[in-house]
């Protein structure tokens, strides 16, 4: 079992930057592929970003390419999301999840949700015009 818990998320203007952080505990943190999703009110859960065990690759979806930055800590079982360059419609919960690398057969996998075993709680945030 991996149990994570995310953090930082709050309240921002529009164009403000805010760093999220999800703490993993219990089995091996670092063979685990860790990624970032979020739901906006009324709206289906998406792929936001996600980063490899293996070698550190990093993904993300094409809204927040050049504004958010997805980084892993291994030492500190924490997974981090820099975001700048706010806008109103990154307005979301904001879930860290966690899926065994092994699985992850190709580069489509990790923008799945399914493929992620374990998730978070979810953090708010919300970004004001």
């Known amino acids: 079992q991996v149990q994570l818990v995310e953090s930082g998320g709050g309240l921002v203007q529009a164009g403000g930057s805010l760093r999220l952080s999800c703490a993993a505990s219990g089995r091996t943190f670092s063979r685990y592929v860790m990624g970032w999703f979020r739901q906006a009110p009324g709206k289906e859960r998406e792929f936001v970003a996600a980063?490899?065990?293996?070698?550190?690759?990093?993904y993300y979806r094409n809204s927040v390419k050049g504004r958010f930055t997805v980084s892993r800590d291994n030492a500190k079982n924490t997974v981090y999301l820099q975001m700048t360059s706010l806008k109103p419609e990154d307005t979301a919960v904001y879930y860290c999840?966690?899926?065994?690398?092994?699985?992850?057969?190709?580069?489509?996998?990790?923008?799945?949700?399914?493929?992620?075993?374990?998730w978070g709680q979810g953090t708010q945030v919300t970004v004001s015009s």
């Open positions: 999840a966690g899926g065994r690398q092994e699985l992850f057969f190709s580069t489509g996998y990790y923008y799945t949700g399914n493929n992620y075993d374990y």
């Open positions: 980063i490899a065990w293996s070698d550190s690759s990093t």
